[in-house]
């Protein structure tokens, strides 16, 4: 039989690398990485590659629709028909709706998967003008808002780091997900300086000029006094502050305080690393930076510590320049009106537009357009400030992905929950409490893909195998489900339809299928070619919405002063506020849970709470661990590979002690996967939701005061030996 090859794009995780699948019938041969991809250049990673295994062995994956036919949970199914159960869900939507409002309809989204415009659409089609309920408030929005605030640019803000001669890793290791790293070791060769900061010495670390070990959520009062060291020497152009920026005087009186002796102990690191981290930004520009989540996003501070690393990269002012920070103009389509059917015309903050926590949290409300998570479990349960009904899933797992996961399991189970639908790849904790469950089809098996995080570039991809059994694309689903709500919202066909539409509307791109596919790479910028960037873009005024030229923000400047952060109860400046529940900030506490924990760091073959089913990748890491230094080991009678029982004041977990110097004095690491799935082939258990996932100690209160950002990577706990009674 004839070997086929396709190109295709791998969505495991965000890095989505370029691949070649070679197939013989419904079978998958080979993956390699396709060397032409001017992102990730031949690179694959083990998960990506293990897309053989997902797609070739079926034995435990979902593959048809089915519905519960015993108790809840009792896991008792029969199978179904696509065209029943899409009329279950539309027409309980349609009942729930009438009865109670659209608000008591939740349609639940994970890690976007290409899908995060058309779920968005969805909700507009059922009556709501929210995104529902997605995990922004920790996850990635909380990185972009800054940028978006500070610097007008909507997205991630990350470097040109092949053009670089200071590369700053910012709480992100590449090594673990993307293909950058081998552009970091040719950068290095030509004599550019490697920067990390993590709480964690990671990959990336032992290859660095300087690596930082900031004590978790500290990561605003290290920006800070970078910036004024930066500042005191001059290290900036004045030019570039006088031109385009605003409220410069105003930074240089903030960040005077923020002294290396005082930045140093707040950090706790030493005085000279923050001097040498000044001179290296300040001196060796251009300046790329790649900024994770644990920085920005998942503290009781997100938004200030997001705001500090923006204003450090608008004073180093390498912006829209090769090496710089890249101004892509693609990642905005994902929230553009024509997709998602808002209206942008009207203040999505305003006191008539309802969404659960939002007089909370009114800069969630704002620019997360979610519900926020806990407001949402409590109202499930307490039917207030209003009910909640329906449970739509679509490629998430509450239980594995919120914070406070007792509180999301009671809401989960409450009787009060009239309907659950789940759409997975695989039985979730979840999905054993549905109602209907649906199959999901992977990346080698369907045709769609978003290029909202490929920079300006637009990448070929093609399905290079059949779905197994009755999966079916997110996309397809979403469409389907759309007619039976709102048909005129959904004209197109198919999936394919649907792609091309995307090409000509935002991209003026009027090509057939095949014409798409024949070209590998594509920009997305006016006159640029593919993997070329259009240079200084807030020159040409191409940012602004009028046309003018400046950067997309309320004063047309890179603005270290945000007159706009003022109404959402912020300061205008950037500043730094002790984490909530820290031993700085509750002592009391404590002196029960003297450590503090960060949960959510990546592992090599693992994205969240995915796979820990597929031998290849649970192979290399077969049972759930947490880091802990060597001097806490001997202070709590530890030693290296033994269980520990985990303890907040939320609850407790158990995981095997991985005793090393990777992790900072008096921090808990606790990583992403929780290993809930068992895996037969390798003879290893499963934990579920319960026994080994890190958000049953995370609190979902207290959180950031105007977003709703919670403490994922700064909250305390305390360890001891042994599995207790797990």
Sequence with gaps: MTIKKTRTQCTTCHARCGVFVYSEGDKIVKIE?????????????????????????????LLHPMKRVGERGSGQWEQITWEEALDTIADNCKRIAAEYGPEAIITGQGTGRTTNHWHIRLNSSLGLETWSLVPTHVCLMPHILPNAISLGIFSPAEGDLGNSNTIVLWGQNPAMERAFTQVIYDRQKQGAKLVVIDTRFQDMSKHADLAIQPRPGTDAALALGIIREVIKNKWYDPDWIDKWTYGF???????????????????????????????????????????????????????????????????????????????????????????????????????????????????????????????????ILTGEPRPVKAFIAVANDPLLCYENTNLTYEAMTSPNLEFIAVKDYYLSPTAKLAD??????????????????????????????????????????FLEWGRRIKPEDWPWANEKDMVLWRLKEFYGLDLTWEEFQAVPARSTEPGGKAGAYVEKKYEKGMLRPDGQPGFSTTTGRIEFSCPSMTHFGYDALPDYTEPAESPRSQPELARDYPLTLITGHRV?????????????????????FALVHPDDARAYGITDGEWITISSPRGHIISKAEVTREIKKGVIAVPRPAWRDECPELGLPGYGWDKANGNILVPSKPADPGYGATPMRSSLCKIEAGRGDL
Aim: hydrophobic share 35%.
């Design 604 to 624: 090599y073959s693992f994205f969240h709470s995915a796979w820990t089913n597929v031998p290849s990748q649970r192979k290399l890491y077969p049972d759930p």
């Design 33 to 61: 990485g396709d060397p032409d991809n001017p992102k990730s250049h031949g690179v694959i990673c083990g998960a990506g590659m293990s897309q053989r295994e997902i797609h070739n062995n079926t034995d435990n994956r």
């Design 436 to 477: 209907i469950v649906l199959p999901t089809a992977d990346w080698s098996e369907r045709c769609t893909y978003d290029e909202e995080i490929d920079g300006n570039l637009l990448l070929a991809f093609d399905q290079a195998v059949p779905a197994p059994g009755e999966c079916w694309d997110d996309w397809r689903f």
């Design 249 to 379: 005087d105003e930074l240089v009186e903030r960040v005077e305080e923020w002294t290396p002796e005082k930045t140093a102990d707040v950090c706790e690191i030493e005085p000279e690393q923050v001097l040498e981290a000044a001179r290296i930004m300040g001196t060796c520009g251009p300046v790329g930076m790649m900024i994770g989540l644990g920085p920005g996003c998942m503290h009781s501070n997100a938004i200030q510590n997001g705001r500090a690393l923006a204003c450090l990269q608008g004073l180093l002012g390498w912006i829209d320049v090769p090496g710089g920070v890249s101004v892509p103009l693609s990642f905005s389509v994902m929230l553009d009106d024509k997709i998602t059917l808002w209206d942008s015309s009207k203040d999505p903050g305003r006191p008539d537009l309802f969404s659960f926590g939002g007089e909370e949290y009114p800069l969630y409300k704002s620019f997360g357009r979610s519900n926020d998570p806990h407001a949402t479990f409590q109202a």
